[in-house]
DNA sequence: CTCAGTGCAAAGGATTTGCATGCCG
DNA sequence: CGGCATGCAAATCCTTTGCACTGAG
């Protein structure tokens, strides 16, 4: 998906939510695109200093709502946002416990088949249904090591 | 593990790490494996009223830095602790999008040898070193879907 | 005895919300 | 025009910390 077919699609589905697609909120999704893993919301100012905390807060609630946006959990006090998945791709994320940053990165997609049956397997057998599922790697990266 | 064998490894842990094994960090452990997954600090409360709220943060940290416990983030506003995996054995969570309750899984031995292989080798790619994978299924659990 | 651990209450910090104003439809 | 979106500042709520007290070694 392209930069301006995330921003259509982000436009249908609020729509469909019935909320406004205004210009905060464009810039918002297009700080987002722009990073190369999910932003924290100081990311987000850092960005693009246009965009007060408390509208980035609220907007990137009613994002989420519409499934524009997804809030990915790290092990940092900071809450992470990025492009839901179905606009842009199944990935996951390298996690470091150094610096805490964290990249986007992808399975090939045997491995990828097989854990997902696996995980349906799992969770049905423990009276689960599944919905997706969320992988994280954690160890150290590229830049850190070197420091270190 | 039985239980008291994850006692006598906790005070192992605590002990090479300089701290003491009290009664109130006992309380602690013997709460955390008592839950069937990892339990927040209100669920800690709840099992056993005589911790303070403040002595099991504490605690918590200390406990973590020993590597007798793990901090468990899922996407509710609240942080999960439970007993450090290699006390207890390698493991995954089924996080409830409806009631945010998290209960452990595990997958069987094939897939999670197929997963860590090509996760090593996607973390290489990256130039990240990989320590250790955490993968959560979101869903629902039975009890919320037969509510709803 | 001495110093780490404990418990209460007060502080901290990310996130949320109330309210007056501005702008989209 | 009417209502949703915005921005500031104040409030919330999980978590952390200061301080005086207790208990382990």
């Given at each position: 998906?392209?930069f301006?077919?995330?921003?259509n699609?982000?436009?249908?589905l609020?729509?469909?939510?019935?909320?406004r697609?205004?210009?905060?909120?464009?810039?918002?999704?297009?700080?987002?695109?722009a990073?190369?893993?999910?932003?924290?919301?100081?990311?987000?100012?850092?960005?693009?200093?246009?965009?007060?905390q408390?509208?980035?807060?609220?907007?990137?609630v009613?994002?989420?709502e519409?499934?524009?946006?997804a809030?990915?959990?790290t092990?940092?006090?900071?809450?992470?946002?990025e492009?839901?998945?179905h606009?842009?791709h199944h990935?996951?994320?390298?996690?470091c416990?150094?610096c805490?940053?964290?990249?986007?990165?992808a399975?090939?997609a045997?491995?990828?088949?097989?854990l997902?049956q696996?995980?349906?397997?799992a969770?049905?057998?423990a009276g689960f249904?599944?919905?997706s599922?969320?992988?994280d790697?954690?160890?150290?990266c590229?830049d850190?090591?070197?420091?270190?």
């Amino acid at each position: 998906m392209t930069f301006s077919d995330v921003d259509n699609e982000a436009a249908v589905l609020l729509k469909k939510a019935n909320q406004r697609y205004t210009e905060g909120r464009r810039r918002l999704v297009a700080a987002l695109q722009a990073g190369k893993g999910p932003l924290t919301i100081a990311d987000i100012v850092a960005a693009d200093d246009t965009l007060p905390q408390s509208s980035i807060y609220r907007n990137l609630v009613i994002l989420e709502e519409a499934n524009v946006v997804a809030r990915v959990v790290t092990s940092d006090d900071f809450a992470r946002y990025e492009i839901a998945e179905h606009l842009t791709h199944h990935h996951h994320h390298l996690i470091c416990k150094a610096c805490g940053d964290v990249i986007d990165f992808a399975l090939d997609a045997q491995t990828e088949a097989t854990l997902d049956q696996a995980l349906h397997q799992a969770a049905h057998d423990a009276g689960f249904t599944a919905e997706s599922h969320q992988l994280d790697l954690l160890g150290t990266c590229g830049d850190c090591r070197s420091e270190s």
